[in-house]
T-cell receptor, first 112, second 114 residues
Framework: SQQGEEDPQALSIQEGENATMNCSYKTSINNLQWYRQNSGRGLVHLILIRSNEREKHSGRLRVTLDTSKKSSSLLITASRAADTASYFCATDERSNTGKLIFGQGTTLQVKP | EAQVTQNPRYLITVTGKKLTVTCSQN?????MSWYRQDPGLGLRQIYYSMNVEVTDKGDVPEGYKVSRKEKRNFPLILESPSPNQTSLYFC?????????????FGPGTRLTVT
């Protein structure tokens, strides 16, 4: 089952602009994670936000979480061509089994 | 270097010919998992293992088998591959820190079944 639904599916921006991606989920969670995937490669963990947190920053990344709306957003500021990738949110479904449920991802293209 | 390795990276095979995709991690992680990634469907979990000799089905286990005889290895077995198993496969591992599983992914195995 797909827990996370991401929006938009694809995003194209110019270098230097900000990129915002949204993720919605269905069940209660302990935490929500964002991963990045360069074309055809493995996913790399970017940032995690716990269910009792509302906002978190890491470098040019800003993540927000609204548990009442069951949604999260990832903001990449001052984007670079190297940010071109697919971005996935993943939730843990409060299972404590380690299982993550991934959204379908947002494909970001940053034009130089 | 901490990593998850998969082999082979690319495989073209024919329907019905048994194959194994290996996965190994060097981080002493308890949890390992297999996913398949298909266009428009995202990543779907096939099987996971919470420790040695403990495995369980994910969301799309049909047509696959796994084993976890050693902590570091988690092979994915396709006993009789079919064309609908053509996909990009990822192995991942994690170990909980304060209840959080940050997963480390392998580089992927692109499988084509003709």
């Amino acid at each position: 089952s797909q827990q996370g639904e991401e929006d938009p599916q694809a995003l194209s921006i110019q270098e230097g602009e900000n990129a915002t991606m949204n993720c919605s989920y269905k069940t209660s969670i302990n935490n929500l994670q964002w991963y990045r995937q360069n074309s055809g490669r493995g996913l790399v963990h970017l940032i995690l936000i716990r269910s009792n947190e509302r906002e978190k920053h890491s470098g040019r990344l800003r993540v927000t979480l609204d548990t009442s709306k069951k949604s999260s957003s990832l903001l990449i500021t001052a984007s670079r061509a190297a940010d071109t990738a697919s971005y996935f949110c993943a939730t843990d479904e409060r299972s404590n089994t380690g299982k993550l449920i991934f959204g379908q991802g947002t494909t970001l293209q940053v034009k130089p | 270097e901490a990593q998850v390795t998969q082999n082979p990276r690319y495989l073209i095979t024919v329907t019905g010919k048994k194959l194994t995709v290996t996965c190994s991690q060097n981080m002493n992680h308890e949890y390992m998992s297999w996913y398949r990634q298909d266009p428009g469907l995202g990543l779907r979990q096939i099987y996971y293992s919470m420790n040695v000799e403990v495995t369980d089905k994910g969301d799309v286990p049909e047509g696959y088998k796994v084993s976890r005889k050693e902590k570091r290895n988690f092979p994915l077995i396709l006993e009789s591959p079919s064309p609908n198993q053509t996909s990009l496969y990822f192995c991942a591992s994690s170990s909980p820190i304060a209840g959080v599983h940050e997963q480390y992914f392998g580089p992927g195995t692109r499988l084509t079944v003709t």
